[in-house]
């Protein structure tokens, strides 16, 4: 039986000296290889991440999205916040997930936990920062919760979305994407799969004998099912740290927890044919997935502190000569048919190169510009050299986002030819 896939991501490893370039430079490239599209990386608020981490993984044909993990501040201190946004809408970035677990009561360091407004609470705090992403070009993700949680998860997201509906936020209410943990439990990857359709008589924190909850890997589609119930629609979902437990209990032997992200992993891939394996051990992935994240931290743990190239090799199958895009550009998608790219120098542009690019404007019309983060968006890019050769990286980058590169040659009477040549146009 066939099944849905899923687009493959990373969660990078949490701690700050794995951001360093010759460690990001080391594991970027791997997780390319394991068939990697997409690296979600753990930001603060008062301190960006590096501009160069950005660059690297773009590089490697990952879509870099931040997780701002930490308690979500008030309007006071929105200024710190929005300086850190500003630079990651600046290097390229086009996810940011706000916040995490704020249905729990270890979420709330800062401001203490309140049960009663909690719903309220949080939504002071997200609502200005998605906004304000919004507005500057990034989708705002909804924090993940903790299934069950302090506050019943299924509850805690209901009360979320009307909140938005209620305040008519519907610019917000319609970019916003959705995510969830795709934690096991210990129990089959296929607990409570249908959502509450199908398991209609389960209530917050009350299960009946014979029925199955959202507290297992398909709890995206319980949240799935909260957002067609109030709006009408179901947003695109983010599955996070698939596979893992998700339980306090270190009984849980490293083994089962990745044996359940290699089933995981096939079902993303496609590949649920094994005859020793029963169809209903895989999950299924259905409606609109951004993609399902595995975390580096989770399986170093899994993995007794021994994760290698060639450890993760075993559990996410290389798939070579992948076409390597980033998530958010599709072709069909580019808001820009052809792109030409100048070279930027403190003097401007030189009459020279003006008289070079006038017949390629007249006759292709292509849009012109010197942003190298605009070209991104077109189906086909002509670069310029005017003296200096692209550099590599320059160009992978562009190759990343899904562009057609091209390099124009310098000369006037190359230019000519290249003008008369039919593949041009």
């Known amino acids: 039986m066939e099944k ?29 290889e394991l068939g990697g599209s997409f690296i979600i990386i753990e930001s603060g608020i008062e301190r960006a991440i590096p501009e160069d981490v950005f ?34 809408a600046r290097w390229g970035a086009h996810y940011i997930i706000l916040a995490n677990k704020p249905n729990t009561k270890s979420a709330w360091p800062v401001a203490g936990w309140h049960y009663e407004n909690l719903v309220d609470h949080f939504l002071d705090r997200f609502i200005p920062i998605a906004n304000y992403a919004e507005q500057i070009g990034l989708t705002p993700v909804l924090a993940p919760l903790q299934p069950g949680g302090d506050y019943w998860d299924t509850a805690f997201l209901e009360q979320v979305l009307k909140g938005l509906k209620r305040r008519k936020l519907d610019t917000l209410i319609e970019k916003l994407c959705l995510s969830s943990y795709g934690y096991t439990f210990d129990r089959p990857l296929s607990w409570g799969e249908g959502g509450p359709e199908r398991w209609a008589t389960v209530q917050p924190y009350m299960t009946p004998e014979g029925q199955e909850d959202q507290l297992g890997f398909h709890n995206y589609e319980w949240m799935q099912a909260v957002a067609q119930k109030v709006m009408g629609k179901s947003p695109t979902m983010l599955i996070l740290d698939a596979g893992y437990h998700g339980l306090s209990n270190r009984s849980i032997k490293t083994e089962k927890t990745l044996e359940s992200i290699q089933l995981i992993v096939n079902a993303c891939q496609g590949n649920v044919t094994d005859s020793n394996v029963k169809q209903e051990e895989y999950p299924t992935f259905k409606g609109s997935l951004l993609g399902c994240a595995f975390s580096l931290d989770t399986l170093m743990a899994a993995m007794e502190d021994d994760l290698s190239a060639n450890a993760l090799k075993e559990i996410f199958k290389p798939i070579n000569n992948r076409n390597a895009k980033s998530i958010y550009l599709e072709d069909d998608h580019k808001l820009i048919e052809h792109y030409l790219l100048l070279p930027k120098h403190e003097s401007g542009v030189s009459d020279v190169v003006l008289n070079k690019i006038r017949p390629i404007i007249k006759q292709i019309k292509p849009t012109v510009g010197f942003s190298l983060e605009e070209a991104k968006s077109a189906k086909r890019v002509s670069i310029l050299p005017d003296g200096a050769a692209p550099t590599e990286d320059m160009i992978n980058s562009l190759k990343t986002a899904g562009c057609r590169v091209e390099i124009l040659p310098q000369s006037g009477i190359e230019i000519a030819t290249y003008l008369n040549n039919p593949s041009s146009k």
């Open 55 to 88: 660059d690297t993984a773009k590089s490697n044909g990952l879509e870099p999205i931040i997780h701002l993990k930490s308690e979500l501040p008030l309007a006071r201190k929105f200024n710190e916040v929005s300086v850190v946004l500003d630079a990651y």
């Open 4 to 32: 849905n896939k899923s687009e493959i991501g990373f969660s990078y490893f949490n701690k700050p000296e794995f951001l360093i370039r010759n460690r990001i430079e080391s594991w970027f490239p791997i997780l390319a």
